[in-house]
T-cell receptor, first 117, second 112 residues
Framework: NAGVMQNPRHLVRRRGQEARLRCSPMKGHSHVYWYRQLPEEGLKFMVYLQKENIIDESGMPKERFSAEFPKEGPSILRIQQVVRGDSAAYFC???????????????FGEGSRLTVL | DQQVKQNSPSLSVQEGRISILNCDYTNSMFDYFLWYKKYPAEGPTFLISISSIKDKNEDGRFTVFLNKSAKHLSLHIVPSQPGDSAVYFCAASRGTASKLTFGTGTRLQVTL
């Protein structure tokens, strides 16, 4: 499967624990985006990364959330000290590196569903 | 601040008829618009897009119309099929970044 791979698909954590969500982009894609979907809402942008660089983190909560996309390995979204309000579906998307105008199309993974008890 | 709005949370259409999904935006800097389709427990999949320099883009049964002066776009599906039943998200971007701003989605149900 050459699509965007996310794991785990489902994650249950108790309040105060840490959650780590992983995303491997499509082959040949070097841009990764994380979105969050709360119940009955649309997808909200969180962060945009390229290898070893955070390009835009304007949608990330100021505390407890961090993201990285190392030179080797998947992108990781890390949520420390989770609270019930963090329960959501977290989607990763990727796009290819383009030299010119980016068409904006993103390829999404199937999401990681976080439940905080 | 909801910059992309889909005011109809749901729509029911008979098989074979036309489905029209609507989307409004407030940010005049948006210059690229996309529609995504989402099935339960799956990620969104790209459907069709349109640049702000155009007012119509067609791909098979799917056509997107853009009215820049009204800051409004719509997705037409004709003829509608049961497999089209899904949640449809409108999204917009500006500049060369792929940061997409999504609407809240419209759930389309195509009935037999």
């Amino acid at each position: 499967n050459a699509g965007v791979m996310q794991n785990p698909r489902h994650l249950v954590r108790r309040r105060g624990q840490e959650a780590r969500l992983r995303c491997s982009p499509m082959k040949g894609h070097s841009h990764v985006y994380w979105y969050r979907q709360l119940p009955e809402e649309g997808l909200k942008f969180m962060v945009y990364l390229q290898k070893e660089n955070i390009i835009d983190e304007s949608g990330m909560p100021k505390e407890r959330f961090s993201a990285e996309f190392p030179k080797e390995g998947p992108s990781i979204l890390r949520i420390q000290q989770v609270v019930r309000g963090d329960s959501a579906a977290y989607f990763c998307a990727s796009s290819p590196l383009t030299s010119g105008r980016n068409t904006g199309e993103l390829f999404f993974g199937e999401g990681s569903r976080l439940t905080v008890l | 601040d909801q910059q992309v709005k889909q005011n109809s949370p749901s729509l029911s259409v008979q098989e074979g008829r036309i489905s029209i999904l609507n989307c409004d935006y407030t940010n005049s800097m948006f210059d690229y618009f996309l529609w995504y389709k989402k099935y339960p427990a799956e990620g969104p999949t790209f459907l069709i897009s349109i640049s702000s320099i155009k007012d119509k883009n067609e791909d098979g049964r799917f056509t997107v119309f853009l009215n820049k002066s009204a800051k409004h776009l719509s997705l037409h599906i004709v003829p509608s099929q049961p497999g089209d039943s899904a949640v449809y998200f409108c999204a917009a971007s500006r500049g060369t970044a792929s940061k997409l701003t999504f609407g809240t989605g419209t759930r389309l149900q195509v009935t037999l």
